[in-house]
């Protein structure tokens, strides 16, 4: 049972160009979200969140999008640089006791000059 | 300062054999997390510490995994009777506080089960 979907396996964008990244989920109880970004050989590294109260998150270049409704989140960047390129990680998390993350499959985002 | 560590960074293995995968979490953070990630999948919740006491062992896949912290550093997951199946990258993650949705990732151990 895969609770948080991202179905693009790969993205490719220009330099200068939006990259828009997709995420679904299943689970209601989700209250908060999370954006990881993943190079290769490396642990995640935490890029930006968005509570369940918000429908969106700024940060520099990087946005996150809630649509609670539709239970979907998207991640944009602007502009696209290729040292963005790496593995996108989209996380879920309902809390427990503790933040237990439920992670998507990825994106691998390809930028090029 | 020093992020979470993990050794070994590759593990190759025969089957059947018990393997030991450790985990240097930054220190002071009470909460501890081990995740794999096996090829194509996304990463997978195994297990979570706060101090040394586990309260959610949900996620281990059987009994052949266990886990171990001590204190509020070191943690060690071990993997007895290893099988094919197994062959994944195991990720421990650590954050100051329980409550706290940000988790800061080791690079990771590459377990090849031969």
């Known amino acids: 049972d895969q609770q948080v979907k991202q179905n693009s396996p790969s993205l490719s964008v220009q330099e200068g160009r939006i990259s828009i990244l997709n995420c679904d989920y299943t689970n209601s109880m989700f209250d908060y979200f999370l954006w990881y970004k993943k190079y290769p050989a490396e642990g995640p590294t935490f890029l930006i969140s968005i509570s369940s109260i918000k429908d969106k998150n700024e940060d520099g270049r990087f946005t996150v999008f809630l649509n609670k409704s539709a239970k979907h989140l998207s991640l944009h960047i602007v502009p696209s640089q290729p040292g963005d390129s790496a593995v996108y990680f989209c996380?879920?998390?309902?809390?427990?006791?503790?933040?237990?993350?439920?992670f998507g499959t990825g994106t691998r985002l390809l930028v090029s000059p | 300062g020093a992020g979470v560590s993990q050794s070994p960074s590759n593990k190759v293995t025969e089957k059947g054999k018990d393997v030991e995968l450790r985990c240097d979490p930054i220190?002071?953070?009470?909460?501890l997390y081990w995740y794999r990630q096996r090829l194509g999948q996304g990463l997978e919740f195994l297990i979570y510490?706060?101090?040394?006491?586990?309260?959610?062992k949900s996620g281990l896949p059987s009994d052949r995994f266990s886990a171990e912290r001590t204190g509020e550093s070191v943690s060690t997951l071990t993997i007895q009777r290893t099988q094919q199946e197994d062959s994944a990258v195991y990720l421990c993650?650590?954050?100051?506080?329980?409550?706290?949705?940000?988790?800061?990732f080791g690079p990771g151990t590459r377990l090849t089960v031969t």
């Open positions: 220190s002071g953070h009470t909460a």
């Open positions: 993650a650590s954050s100051p506080i329980p409550q706290g949705y940000e988790q800061y």
């Open positions: 510490f706060q101090g040394n006491s586990a309260p959610d």
């Open positions: 996380a879920a998390s309902a809390y427990t006791g503790f933040q237990k993350l439920v």
